[in-house]
Structures are given as structure tokens and as C-alpha cells.
């Protein structure tokens, strides 16, 4: 697993520990336990994913760079294989 | 409304050739009882739900089980994504 591959699992754990979150906190809307693991799963995942779109690209088309060619085709798929 | 992220929910990582496993997943995907059909079920019946939790619950899974094992199908045997296949 390359650096990019590392950096992309680290955000990926945080995002998926925000989804389950996301489904207590549903029905438990104000378990204050929850909601601040739901906070710093929040930040983290944010600066991660910040230093993960300066260094590699775009994860998503809500945070394209301005330049002057449409990164979001460039860089790989969940589903492209690297060596 | 949704929006694409440029990676899985949860990392994927098939180490060998399985086509009875590739079976079921192919059919917990599309078949009758399976995760699209769900998803379709859940984003129907949160308009009826009677409170705010159980509205906000049907719409979250209903969410997640649209994505959940769509990019796996790739990875199957007999797959381009599987680098075993023949």
C-alpha cells in the first residue's frame, strides 16, 4: 500500500465511524457521548481529507481546485488497481 | 440528493478466486431481497414514518445500502477489476 492508498484508508475509518455515528445519534439524538465522538471523527476526517486534495487531488466535485484543467478525471477510482 | 466521494465505505481487499461467495454477493446486490431493492424500500418509506428519528433512519440506510456493495461486484471473479480471472 502506497503513501496516497495509506492517507485514503485513514480517511476512509473516519468517515465510516462518522456513517455509524451518524445512525445512533438518529435515534439517540442527544447521547453526548456519541455526539462528541461524532466531533472529532468530524475534524479528523476534515484535515485529513484537506491534506489528502492538496497533495493528490479532488475527492469530491464540492471541493474541486480552481485550475485551469478539470482534475476530477485524473486521479484513480475506488475500483482501479495499483500496484 | 448525493454526491460521489472518490473512495469505498469500507476498503475492499479479495485475495483469491470464490465464484460460490461471488454468487451470493452478485445476488445480495441485485436480487430480489437485495441491497438496491432495500434501498429503494427504505427511501419510499421515510416519507411515511411518523416521527423524526425513525424518518432520519429509513433515509440514512436507505443511503447506505444503495452503496454499500456496488463497487465489490467488481472486484468478483470473472471481473475486469480481479486480476485472478480467466
Known amino acids: ?83 | 440528493m448525493w454526491y460521489y466521494d472518490k473512495k469505498l465505505e469500507y476498503p475492499i481487499n479479495i485475495k483469491k478466486c470464490d465464484p460460490r461467495m461471488a454468487k451470493y454477493i452478485i445476488t445480495q446486490y441485485g436480487g430480489p431481497d437485495g441491497e438496491l431493492a432495500a434501498s429503494l424500500r427504505y427511501l419510499s418509506q421515510r416519507f411515511h414514518m411518523p416521527t423524526k428519528e425513525t424518518q432520519a433512519i429509513l433515509n440514512d440506510i436507505g443511503v447506505s445500502c444503495s452503496k454499500c456493495s456496488g463497487c465489490s461486484v467488481f472486484f468478483l471473479p470473472g471481473s475486469p477489476g480481479n486480476s485472478e480471472s480467466t
Open chain 1, 1 to 83: 500500500m502506497n503513501e496516497r492508498q495509506k492517507l485514503l484508508e485513514q480517511i476512509m475509518a473516519y468517515d465510516f465511524c462518522m456513517i455509524d455515528l451518524g445512525l445512533f445519534l438518529d435515534t439517540h439524538p442527544s447521547d453526548a457521548n456519541a455526539l462528541k465522538d461524532y466531533r472529532t471523527c468530524f475534524e479528523e476526517s476534515e484535515k485529513l481529507r484537506k491534506l489528502y486534495e492538496e497533495k493528490y487531488g479532488p475527492l469530491s466535485l464540492r471541493h474541486m481546485p480552481n485550475t485551469r484543467c478539470w482534475q476530477w478525471i485524473d486521479m484513480p477510482w475506488p475500483w482501479d488497481r495499483e500496484a
